[in-house]
């Protein structure tokens, strides 16, 4: 048996798997609500607490429940890349002179950790975001990163992947330098990737019916699949920072 709601299936007697993620029940995403794409906009135009209690059960039921349905399917599949976790809505807004408290998109990642090659998800106004890479490098991260990408062969693996996502459509993108790193030489056949202190693909789709169908999933699951190779890549010579 099972019931249908908003966004999700949930099929009865469903058991969490043995390593406990409260992603991994048995469910079966269906779209995101009708409502994702109006929450947000009402929200982009009034980021106000008393705005979001009014319409937290449209944030629960359309946003944040499907949300948990698409990764809880897409987690086993990346497992390699290491556990799932949906993104609170909350801004930390401590040391930001923007003090709205809500963040304007709903997202989910698989990673090992910061840094170490992250296949990510984000719906808002704009629709839906797919993204993989490294989205953050601490001081022993970056320094490996340089090392890899200076390497001929691991440096030229990664121009490899990235041209190959760029060609498919792909935004290749991050944090980069103005200036070359200390000690590079201006000629450097790399230089560009040696810029970065961040690196990662981007494709997004504007707001479509297949949003709110069950096709979205096949949608991110193939896109994901494409950030494979270059998720390993940066497991394999960033990996998670060691401080």
């Known amino acids: 048996m099972s019931r249908v709601t908003c966004g999700f299936t949930i099929r009865a007697g469903s ?28 929200l982009e135009a009034d980021n106000s607490k008393s705005y979001w209690y009014e319409h937290l059960e449209v944030y629960r039921e359309h946003v944040r429940r499907p949300m948990e349905m698409l990764l809880a399917e897409l987690e086993p599949e990346f497992a390699e890349f290491g ?12 040391f930001s002179r923007d003090k709205s408290p809500f963040k304007t998109h709903c997202a989910a990642v698989v990673e090992p950790g910061r840094g170490g090659g992250a296949h990510y998800v984000e719906v808002g106004t704009g629709g839906l975001l797919v993204a993989g890479g490294c989205f953050h490098t601490a001081a022993d991260q970056l320094a490996r990163f340089r090392t890899a990408v200076d390497d001929p062969v691991r440096g030229e693996r990664l121009r490899s992947l990235l041209e190959g996502l760029a060609a498919g459509g792909w ?63 940066c497991r394999d010579h960033i990996g998670v920072s060691e401080r």
């Open 171 to 233: 935004t290749i993108t991050g944090e980069t330098l103005r200036t070359r790193p200390r000690g590079t030489p201006a000629d450097h056949p790399r230089l560009p990737l040696l810029r970065h202190r961040t690196l990662y693909a981007v494709h997004r789709w504007d707001p479509d019916d297949t949003l709110h169908e069950r096709a979205c999933v096949d949608r991110v699951r193939r896109a994901w699949s494409q950030l494979r190779e270059l998720n390993r890549w």
């Open 15 to 42: 058991a969490r798997s043995r390593r406990g993620s409260p992603y991994r029940d048995a469910v079966w995403f269906e779209g995101f609500g009708d409502g994702v794409v109006d929450f947000y906009e009402g």
């Open 83 to 94: 556990t799932g976790k949906v993104f609170r809505p909350h801004r930390d807004v401590r």
